[in-house]
């Protein structure tokens, strides 16, 4: 059985109507209907599938589900899935202003003042004012250098890499990305989501540099993990929980430079997510007119 088959029987059953009614209507042989219904077959085109949805009288969300049923069985789950989600990576170029502008709330700076080196926060409203207080220190200074080692589970992270102005003081901001490395729909799915997060960034910060390294997502990253998410600047260490509920800063010179070197053994094994092109005049040329033939 396929997922169209399994969708189309439920509405059957469910529109209390018979593929005799639905064939009449629609005007689909009411042989295919029946191969369709137990899996034999499929629709030839979308046209089908449409005239059969209006035949049973599915409303807008009904024919929905079963034209993404028809596409994933036409097309097979793991392709329809990359395809999906390489749209929403396409559809992020022309929506580059959608993240909010962020404030640091007043009393930040105070949580910032520690006497001990290093403070345990509890909360994922504190933990996140502490993370915008961070970055923007680090923002304000000359030549700044910001290293994150971090997953597109913690949104709030890439919501404040567009909206603090990195730019202005010319603040680095490096992060490694772990890509799934197993097989199958799911990891392409999990790492073309991280494409799509990143398209928005790379378009408002011209200071951030991702790479990236290959390996099993889901034992790095889990509610078992200790401290995964790591934000490192040339003040404060943060380490943050995989629910993002629990987090330990530093001010210690001494972890800053422990983890600062961590980061750097972790950055000779990966490669870079994208690199800059600045064609010479004649590649720009060459490349144009290989375009028009």
Known sequence: MTLFADTLKKYLETKNTTIYTISKISGVDRTMIQHMKVGKRMPANVADVTAIAKAMMLNPSETAELLRA????????????????????????????????????????????????????????????????????????????????????????????????????????????VFDKNEGHRSTTYNLNILQKLVPILFQCEVFHPYYVYDNVDTLFNNTSMLPFKIITSDFVLTISYEQDKAVLYNSQDMVALTCDTFQKSLSVANPICQAFHPTPEEYLQSTFLSER
């Open 70 to 177: 028809y596409h994933i069985s036409h097309m097979g789950e793991e392709n329809f899935f990359r395809r999906e989600h390489v749209s929403k990576i396409i559809s992020s170029f022309y929506d580059m202003n959608s993240a909010d502008e962020l404030v640091i709330p007043t009393g930040v700076q105070d949580m910032l003042e520690m006497n001990e080196a290093l403070k345990i926060i509890n909360g994922q409203g504190n933990i996140n004012r502490i993370l915008k207080a961070v970055l923007e220190i680090e923002a304000n200074k000359k030549s700044g250098h910001i290293k994150l080692m971090v997953q597109p589970e913690y949104q709030y992270i890439f919501d404040c890499l567009t909206s603090i102005d990195f730019n202005r003081n010319n603040t680095l901001v490096e992060a490694i990305i």
